[in-house]
């Protein structure tokens, strides 16, 4: 015990030197990335793109990204590559914040951060639409095998407060990476635009995606504000019966329908419906019963009475003829 107690205390400091140079060192200075740019992408969508720092000192460690979404809503997430998607609306502006984090068992390292800015859109105060709502209605496609289910659109709002009058509204919709421009709108008693129909959209209704509806306008008396809202699908929830349904009441039924016709003819073949249902026997007729007694009984007297008339007729022939002689 007294040699292996030396052998183990040096197997100890080697593990923890060894753990040392694998470990980062607390020392380690994280710089922030570098490049970092917010690119609109579509409607309501945005792109984060940054680069490492090239004057980040290098060891064999797995850095990560901190992201902060500062406006319109706060959030924040982590993540190992360099770009980031962000689906959110953008009439308010977008800004967020970047840093190089270094995570173990006992710390959090990180760097500063470093930030980038969308401005909101231009336009003048009191000009964008208002109360603007959505709603999709799914019903059956029975011509289409590949989309089974159409979804329409149907979008309202109203006219901005301070909107001159000559204002009209164009309204816009994304749905994944498709984007399009309404055909056919309403218009109130002065021609501007506070409805719009699509028929036939490229929305799935199953869809997880989140539906980004873009409103902007135009005048020439002012800068019309655009104003963007997100949807989600299950919110805006209108569907008629699916077609997915109504064949599945149908094959159901079928096989029910066929089920029954093959076990009626297995019974017929088996004899088995005689055995599980016999006839039931037809009950007796006291009266014709006694109709075939008394017929057989005066049948029988009617010959009983000849015979014995035949007998009583030969002896008196006999008689007769021996008194004459």
Not at 80 to 108: P, W
Not at 269 to 274: D, F, K, P, R
Request: hydrophobic share 40%.
């Amino acid at each position: 015990m007294i040699i292996m107690a030396p052998v183990l205390l040096i197997l100890l400091g080697a593990t923890e030197i060894l753990q040392a140079d694998l470990l980062p060192d607390d020392k380690i200075s994280l710089l922030p990335p570098v490049n970092f740019t917010i690119k609109v992408t579509g409607l309501a969508q945005v792109l984060l793109r940054w680069e490492p720092n090239p004057d980040q000192e290098q060891r064999n460690v797995n850095l990560e990204y901190q992201v902060k979404i500062n406006a319109p809503k706060e959030d924040d997430y982590e993540t190992r590559i360099t770009e980031s998607k962000c689906v959110t609306i953008l009439h308010k502006g977008f800004s967020a914040s970047v840093r190089t984090i270094l995570q173990n068992d006992h710390s959090l390292l990180a760097s500063s951060w470093a930030s980038a800015e969308l401005h909101a859109p231009p336009g003048s105060p009191g000009t964008s639409v208002v109360n603007l709502t959505c709603t999709t209605n799914t019903t059956a496609d029975n011509y289409s095998h590949l989309r089974p289910y159409q979804v329409s659109l149907h979008c309202t709002w109203l006219v901005g407060t301070d909107a001159p009058e000559d204002t009209q509204y164009f309204l816009y919709y994304r749905y994944g990476s498709w984007t399009e421009e309404c055909q056919e709108y309403s218009k109130d008693s002065t021609g501007r635009n506070i409805a719009c129909w699509f028929p036939r959209t490229f929305i799935h209704s199953r869809g997880r995606d989140r539906l980004a509806v873009l409103v902007n306008g135009s005048s020439k008396h002012s800068a019309i504000k655009p104003f963007d809202q997100l949807f989600a699908l299950h919110a805006i929830g209108k569907d008629e019966h699916k077609p997915l349904r109504e064949w599945f009441l149908i094959v159901l039924m079928a096989t029910i329908c066929f089920i029954l016709l093959i076990l009626l003819l297995i019974c017929r073949i088996c004899h088995l419906w005689i055995k599980l249902f016999p006839p039931i026997p037809a009950p007796k007729s006291n009266i014709k019963d006694l109709f075939v007694t008394a017929n057989y009984e005066k049948a029988g007297s009617v010959e009983t009475e000849i015979e014995v008339i035949s007998y009583i007729e030969k002896p008196g022939v006999e008689t007769l003829e021996d008194s004459v002689f």
